[in-house]
């Protein structure tokens, strides 16, 4: 069992059934998910902000760290671990987008977030399925390559499945 473990601005997928890929504390973060069920492939990105021109540096240092980056890396990342399936059979699913500070409120960072990747997966075809977002609450991801299930966790909260 390898279980992918992944922090703000990294991605990741994988076909190995016995793994889960996993996220924490997203806030204003955003997790986007993909799964290709004929081939059985996970993916996930976890970002932080929507757009990379606010930082071009941090951008070619980090590209999963934005939306705009980072999303296209995602489905090259898919694409290559699921043999070339066509991205017209996957689901994705988004998590996060959270106002949990006072100060982000101001900027909208969640909001802008989940904006950021329903625009880029409608871009490419692939709207999400299904979305856990928005609130002002912090939220951890576990993804089971085995049965394509997510479940969400929260502290005080519980844990339920999407």
């Not at 928005?134 to 499945?161: D, F, H, L």
């Amino acid at each position: 069992m390898a279980d992918l473990v992944l922090g703000i601005g990294d991605f990741g997928a994988t076909r190995d059934p016995a793994s889960t890929i996993k996220t924490y504390a997203l806030g204003s973060c955003i997790a986007v998910v993909l799964l290709d069920p004929a081939s059985r492939t996970v993916g996930m990105l976890h970002f932080a902000l929507p757009d990379s021109t606010i930082n071009p540096r941090k951008a070619q240092e980090k590209p999963g760290y934005f939306a705009d980056t980072g999303i296209p890396l995602l489905f090259r990342e898919m694409t290559q671990v699921s043999g070339g399936h066509n991205v017209k059979g996957w689901v994705a699913k988004l998590i996060g987008g959270a106002a949990v500070m006072q100060a982000e409120d101001n900027f909208n960072i969640g909001k802008r977030n989940i904006l950021a990747a329903k625009k880029i997966l409608w871009e490419q075809g692939l709207g999400p399925a299904v979305e856990d977002v928005g609130g002002n609450y912090s939220r951890t991801v576990t993804v089971s390559v085995m049965t394509g299930e997510v479940a969400i966790s929260c502290p005080g909260r519980g844990q339920w499945k999407i």
